[in-house]
């Protein structure tokens, strides 16, 4: 198996030395990693490569991120990723509001806050209070994202976890960590077992597989 990654490392958004742990599980797990290799095109038998090389390939998994549908760019201004400009409200007029992966929110340096579920919930809480307070004739709160970290799996009891700058693990410790705190924001006492007895179950029954397509 190849992992094409369009930038320096793997993992961007983490430490580097959490992109070095990806690189060398992934590795050790027979995975070819190449970084600095952006796809430009995919033709049905391979990808080419923005340095000029090709890579054949009868099955590819295309996981570079998504954008928002472009049929709402009319509402407003809109970022590469077509998710929508929002003030420090998360407001695009005084009665409409955006949240989650379709709203463009900067962070402390400018960049957009990532598409994932913590940025999406406190949005949606935040606003929901809002709607309270003009109801109660107060004025509006100013967001502010509280940054609780950041998990990847790599694979079986092999993650990383950071949750402050000092504070990073690796392993089984953080894939453990990563299992305990999904069941724990899932919804429902009932998904929390079904999906906990599948867990176990997947864990439990697990082998090595390797699909063969000519
Ligand atoms: C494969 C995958 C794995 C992910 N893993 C993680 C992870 O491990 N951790 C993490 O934090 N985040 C993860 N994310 C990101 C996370 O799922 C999103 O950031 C989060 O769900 C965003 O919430 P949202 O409410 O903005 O959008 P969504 O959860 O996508 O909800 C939008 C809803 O709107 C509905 N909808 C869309 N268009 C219309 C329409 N025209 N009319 C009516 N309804 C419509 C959709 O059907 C959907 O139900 C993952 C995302 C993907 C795709």
Not at 178 to 183: D, I, P, V
């Amino acid at each position: 198996m190849t992992l094409l990654e369009a930038g320096p490392r793997l993992l961007p958004t983490f430490h580097p030395q959490s992109s070095k742990y990806t690189l060398k599980t992934l590795t050790k797990m027979g995975v070819h990693v190449h970084v600095d290799a952006a796809v430009i095109e995919a033709t049905p038998q391979s990808l080419r490569l923005k340095d000029g090389s090709e890579i054949f390939a009868g099955t590819r998994i295309w996981a570079a991120g998504v954008v928002a549908p472009p049929h709402w760019k009319f509402l407003g201004e809109t970022d590469r990723g077509n998710r929508i400009k929002v003030n420090s409200h998360l407001q695009i007029s005084d009665s409409i509001w955006v949240v989650g992966d379709v709203a463009s929110f900067p962070d402390n340096d400018g960049r957009p806050l990532p598409m994932v579920a913590p940025v999406a919930i406190q949005q949606g809480k935040h606003v929901a209070r809002q709607i309270q307070r003009r109801e109660s004739s107060k004025p509006l709160e100013v967001f502010k994202y509280r940054d609780k970290g950041q998990m990847a799996t790599i694979g079986r009891r092999k993650a990383v976890v950071e949750m402050r700058s000092w504070l990073r693990f690796q392993g089984s410790l953080a894939w453990l960590t990563w299992l305990a705190l999904h069941l724990a924001y899932l919804s429902g006492g009932r998904n929390r077992t079904s999906i906990f007895a599948d867990w176990i179950w997947n864990y439990l029954v697990w082998t090595p597989r390797r699909t063969i397509i000519d």
